[in-house]
């Protein structure tokens, strides 16, 4: 079994930064991509920005230019630095990873860390 373990969030003023933190523990054959959804109340969860296994990322528009994802491959943690945060940023945000574990490919997710942006 794996576990994604969140670190970071909180709250900050608008125009302020934060920075995100997941590390994996447990063993697994493969992991593919690993990133960062959230999920505002009454909103579905979305990306927000993601790293492939070959080192490519992928940012949701609505981030772009402000967040910044970093993966280490070596200890299996992703980072998400978080800039210019605004009040639509305020979500839960859950750490993701695609891997496989004994030859099965699964969807893993952190317990979510909560980001509040205030005016």
């Known amino acids: 079994q794996v576990e994604l373990v969140e670190t970071g969030g909180g709250g900050v003023q608008s125009g302020g930064s934060l920075r995100l933190s997941c590390a994996s523990n447990?063993?697994?054959?493969?992991?593919?991509?690993m990133g960062w959804y959230r999920q505002a109340p009454g909103k579905q969860r979305e990306l927000v920005a993601k790293?492939?296994?070959?080192?490519?990322?992928n940012y949701a528009d609505f981030v772009k230019g402000r967040f910044t994802i970093s993966r280490d491959f070596a200890e299996n943690t992703v980072s998400l630095q978080m800039n210019t945060l605004t009040p639509e940023d305020t979500a839960v945000y859950y750490c993701?990873?695609?891997?496989?574990?004994?030859?099965?490919?699964?969807?893993?997710w952190g317990q979510g860390t909560q980001v509040t942006v205030s005016s």
């Open positions: 447990g063993r697994f054959s493969i992991m593919y991509s």
């Open positions: 790293v492939e296994s070959d080192g490519s990322t």
């Open positions: 993701n990873a695609e891997l496989i574990i004994r030859g099965i490919q699964g969807t893993y």
